[in-house]
């Protein structure tokens, strides 16, 4: 079992940055293959990014490339995003996922899931 906490939400304005973190407890962090997801109200999960297991390679989404970066610190235990040039369409609830296989983009391949944190760009 892996346990999965999200931090580092909030309100931020148009343009503006954050970085959520997710800390990892329970089995080997360095296992697992990592991935963030999102889910807007109404609107099904989508993926953001996934990272492999020792950081060295990295998938996006259309939508977020060159704005956000995924990276991990696996003496950590910790998975990171970090989001700039915020729009309005990033307001979600984002959720940090570990995995069995590296760099997939279906919520299929991750079998655990941290509680979401919540992300809002106002205009």
């Known amino acids: 079992q892996v346990q999965l906490v999200e931090s580092g939400g909030g309100v931020v304005q148009t343009g503006g940055s954050l970085r959520l973190s997710c800390a990892a407890s329970?089995?080997?962090?360095?296992?697992?293959?990592m991935a963030w997801f999102r889910q807007a109200p109404g609107k099904e999960r989508e993926f953001v990014a996934a990272?492999?297991?020792?950081?060295?390679?990295?998938l996006y989404t259309d939508s977020v490339k060159g704005r956000f970066t995924m990276s991990r610190d696996n003496a950590k235990n910790t998975a990171y995003l970090q989001m700039n040039s915020l729009k309005p369409e990033d307001t979600s609830v984002y959720y940090c996922a570990a995995g069995t296989r590296s760099l997939k983009n279906s919520a299929d391949w991750y079998d655990y899931w941290g509680q979401g944190t919540q992300v809002t760009v106002s205009s």
């Open positions: 329970g089995r080997t962090f360095s296992d697992y293959p």
């Open positions: 990272i492999n297991r020792i950081g060295s390679s990295t």
